[in-house]
């Protein structure tokens, strides 16, 4: 077994509440000059993939500053401290829809991209129950109701691009939620 690579420092750079750089000195052999890696940190966050009592999916339209314009997403949050990704689930559903967790399936956690980030996605189907009347939105989100064939419409067209999100109805698929072939009905 070797001893290879091995990490030789490690420094974190808080840079907001919500995000950390943290370097990372790593040595590949023996008498090699350590090469610098850089990473982000941040919370778990989870992405769910619910079905309302009529068979259609939730999705969420809000700004994001990063792409600079609106996109539709499946609802997601980050995990507050201390908090269960499970209870997360519940919450985020709730207050982005409208619509309360009947029944919440673990779909598994993943690393959203190992070369730079060093968190987790946790992905979750939600049975939903009917949304109250009354149901007080995020603000700033917009909620649609769409059907397998709309959403794999908006994924073709690119206005639904957050490809873990993507992947997480691959996750549903695969676990037999949703069916897929349903999205690739609308070729």
Not at 82 to 103: I, K, S, V
Request: proline share 7%.
């Amino acid at each position: 077994m070797t001893d290879f690579p091995r990490i030789k420092s490690r420094q974190t750079i808080d840079i907001s509440p919500w995000m950390t750089v943290i370097e990372r000195e790593v040595e590949f052999a023996e008498g090699a000059a350590p090469e610098l890696y850089h990473a982000v940190g941040q919370q778990d966050y989870i992405a769910i993939v619910a079905r309302t009592p009529d068979g259609t999916i939730p999705i969420v339209r809000q700004y994001r500053p990063a792409l600079e314009r609106f996109t539709w997403e499946l609802p997601a949050g980050l995990v507050d401290k201390g908090e269960a990704a499970a209870d997360t689930c519940r919450r985020e559903l709730l207050e982005e829809t409208g619509f309360p967790a009947l029944a919440v399936h673990d779909l598994g956690s993943f690393a959203p991209c190992t070369a730079r980030l060093s968190n987790q996605l946790h992905s979750f189907f939600v049975a939903c129950g009917p949304r109250a009347p009354d149901a007080a939105i995020e603000p700033g989100i917009e909620v649609r109701l769409v059907t397998p064939e709309e959403l794999a419409a908006l994924i073709r067209s690119g206005e639904f691009t957050l490809q873990l999100h993507i992947g997480t109805l691959l996750l549903a698929g695969m676990r037999g939620f949703i069916d897929l072939a349903a999205f690739a009905a609308g070729k």
